[in-house]
């Protein structure tokens, strides 16, 4: 009912955001098609990193257009990077990543082969992102991806700085992410 609620103040595209791992509560494939009905709920960013899950939310939300007058035009999206390639050549739209704050080119590039069905290509860019979507979480986000930004884009961002209470990448943790990037060819 939260999300329906929302959906009706607010008057504009909303996506949901399923994140057990930081919520402690799942959205359920049968309550996000529910949500999918209002036409304000636009998208899923789903952050649970099981692929089984991508499966059962189109069927769930098949099952759901099939019993309602109107077809879910929900978009999906991955909330999890190491699992985006999959994600999307198992019938996803795409991904909100955080590592496309780091490695752009790179993220759109693989999405779009994924898409494609492409899985070659697909599996070749996101190789190289492995290291760089598990290090980019060597600590909170977003303190590691300040850290590489600042590295990348130094002459254009002045510091590694992070709003209280969060503190600048802990120094035993620079070399961690500056191979990750190296492993990603940044």
């Given at each position: 009912?939260?999300?329906?609620?929302?959906?009706?103040?607010?008057?504009?595209?909303?996506?949901?955001y399923n994140v057990p791992?930081?919520?402690?509560?799942?959205?359920?494939?049968?309550?996000?098609?529910?949500?999918?009905?209002?036409?304000?709920?636009?998208?899923?960013?789903?952050?649970?990193?099981?692929?089984?899950?991508?499966?059962?939310?189109?069927?769930?939300?098949?099952?759901?257009?099939?019993?309602?007058?109107?077809?879910?035009?929900?978009?999906?999206?991955?909330?999890?990077?190491?699992?985006?390639?999959?994600?999307?050549l198992g019938g996803g739209?795409?991904?909100?990543?955080?590592?496309?704050?780091?490695?752009?080119?790179?993220?759109?590039?693989?999405?779009?082969?994924?898409?494609?069905?492409?899985?070659?290509?697909?599996?070749?860019?996101?190789?190289?992102?492995?290291?760089?979507?598990?290090?980019?979480?060597?600590?909170?986000?977003?303190?590691?991806?300040?850290h590489a930004v600042y590295?990348?884009?130094?002459?254009?961002?002045?510091?590694?700085?992070?709003?209280?209470?969060?503190?600048?990448?802990?120094?035993?943790?620079?070399?961690?992410?500056?191979?990750?990037?190296?492993?990603?060819?940044?």
């Amino acid at each position: 009912r939260h999300f329906i609620d929302l959906a009706d103040d607010t008057g504009m595209p909303l996506c949901l955001y399923n994140v057990p791992g930081r919520t402690k509560v799942d959205m359920l494939p049968s309550s996000v098609a529910i949500c999918a009905q209002h036409e304000n709920i636009v998208a899923l960013k789903d952050a649970t990193g099981d692929l089984m899950r991508l499966k059962e939310q189109l069927q769930a939300l098949d099952n759901d257009s099939s019993s309602s007058s109107s077809s879910s035009s929900l978009l999906l999206y991955s909330g999890d990077d190491g699992t985006t390639k999959d994600f999307c050549l198992g019938g996803g739209n795409g991904g909100i990543s955080v590592t496309a704050n780091v490695a752009a080119k790179q993220m759109h590039n693989m999405v779009q082969a994924a898409l494609a069905k492409d899985e070659m290509k697909a599996s070749d860019i996101d190789a190289s992102l492995q290291s760089l979507h598990r290090e980019l979480f060597c600590e909170a986000n977003p303190i590691p991806v300040k850290h590489a930004v600042y590295k990348l884009f130094g002459g254009i961002v002045s510091s590694n700085y992070c709003r209280p209470p969060l503190c600048p990448l802990e120094t035993q943790y620079e070399r961690i992410v500056e191979d990750a990037m190296k492993d990603a060819n940044l």
